[in-house]
C-alpha cells in the first residue's frame, strides 16, 4: 500500500501570499478508515475543519499543488462532495506562479485570513453580501487571476453529494450491470505499468475488469505541465468510450491507486458538464487490490 505525506516543510519554504496549508493526509480524512485518506463524509466534521481553515461556501476558494497537478483536484473533488458552490483550481500551481515571477510568502497566515472577497472579484456580485451563484465558468483558475487576501469569518454549509464518491460494493454492482449490458465506464487514471500489472502498489498488480486506462498524465501539455485545451481533453475521454455529448446518462466511475490521481479525471470530467454521472473511488487499488477475493485483469485486456 501507498505511504502518504504532506510536505508542509516546502508550503514553509514559500507560498503564495494568504495561502492556508492544506494537509490532504489529514486534513478532510476520516481517520477512523483503514485505508488512508478516505474522504471525510461526515458534513458536519468536515465543515468545522474547512471553517478552521479559513473555508466558507460564501466565497470561491483557490487550491493548489506544487505544480504537478495531483493534488489540487483531489482537495477539489472533497469539497465538490459537501457541495461546496466554486472551488477552483490554479493551473500549473506554484511552480508556474514562481516561474513567472509572481509574489511568495514565508509568513504563515492566521486561518481565518482567507482570500477574500472572492465573491465580488469572481461572480462579479456588486457586494460580498449577495448571494454566490453556482460557479457556470470552468473550474480552473488562471495564473493572472490572483486576489488579495482578507481576514474573515468563514462559515461551511455542507451538503454530501454521496453520488459523488463510489464505494467497493459500488464497484462490484457496476461490474454486474455491465455484464447486463450497461454503457457505463470505469476509468483507470494510474499509468499503464499499474494499469498491466507490471507494477504493484498493492498485494495484487492488474486492474479492475473491463476498466479502461486514462492516465491523469494524459490530460496534461507534456511541454507545460499545465491542462491541455478542453477539447483535447474530450477526445481523450471519447478514444476511451464516455458519451461526451451531453445528452446522455452514462455512469463513470473514476479510479487509482488511493483515489487521488483519479479527482484529475472527475475535474475533466466535471469542465465537460459530466460531473454528475461521476463517481470517484475512493479506496481505489489500495482497497481492491489488497483485497483477494475481488476480480482482478492484468495486461491490455
Not at 4 to 18: K, N, Q, S, V
Not at 122 to 140: D, L, Y
Not at 150 to 165: D, L, N, S, T
Request: aromatic share 8%.
Amino acid at each position: 500500500m501507498s505511504e502518504y505525506i504532506a510536505d508542509y516543510d516546502t508550503y514553509l519554504e514559500g507560498h503564495i501570499p494568504g495561502a492556508t496549508f492544506f494537509d490532504w493526509t489529514k486534513d478532510g480524512v476520516d481517520e477512523d478508515q483503514d485505508i488512508p485518506v478516505q474522504l471525510q463524509t461526515d458534513s458536519d466534521t468536515f465543515a468545522a475543519e474547512m471553517e478552521a481553515k479559513g473555508v466558507g461556501t460564501d466565497r470561491p476558494v483557490v487550491v493548489y499543488d506544487s505544480g504537478n497537478g495531483l493534488l489540487a483536484p483531489r482537495i477539489w473533488w472533497c469539497l465538490m462532495y459537501h457541495s461546496h458552490p466554486a472551488p477552483l483550481v490554479l493551473d500549473g500551481g506554484y511552480a508556474k506562479w514562481v516561474e513567472e515571477g509572481r509574489p511568495t510568502d514565508l509568513a504563515e497566515p492566521c486561518p481565518l485570513t482567507a482570500s477574500p472577497d472572492l465573491q465580488q472579484w469572481h461572480t462579479g456580485c456588486k457586494t460580498p453580501q449577495q448571494p454566490m451563484p453556482q460557479a457556470q465558468e470552468p473550474t480552473v483558475l488562471s495564473q493572472d487571476a490572483h486576489p488579495q487576501s482578507q481576514r474573515v469569518c468563514a462559515g461551511f454549509e455542507p451538503k454530501a453529494q454521496p453520488h459523488k464518491r463510489a464505494t467497493c460494493s459500488d464497484m462490484l454492482k457496476a461490474l454486474d450491470a455491465q455484464k447486463h449490458g450497461s454503457d457505463l465506464v470505469i476509468l483507470d487514471a494510474r499509468g499503464r505499468e499499474q494499469y498491466t500489472g507490471q507494477v504493484k502498489r498493492a498485494e495484487r498488480g492488474g486492474h479492475i475488469p473491463g476498466a479502461v486506462n486514462i492516465s491523469r498524465k494524459s490530460l496534461l501539455d507534456k511541454s507545460t505541465g499545465l491542462l491541455r485545451p478542453l477539447q483535447d481533453q474530450r477526445e481523450v475521454f471519447q478514444q476511451a468510450g464516455v458519451d461526451c455529448s451531453g445528452k446522455g446518462s452514462q455512469q463513470i466511475y473514476t479510479y487509482c491507486n488511493g483515489g487521488v490521481a483519479s479527482c484529475s479525471l472527475a475535474l475533466a470530467l466535471h469542465r465537460l458538464g459530466l460531473g454528475d454521472q461521476t463517481a470517484n473511488y475512493d479506496g481505489s487499488w489500495n482497497e481492491w487490490g489488497n483485497e483477494l477475493q475481488l476480480p482482478v485483469v492484468t495486461g491490455d485486456a
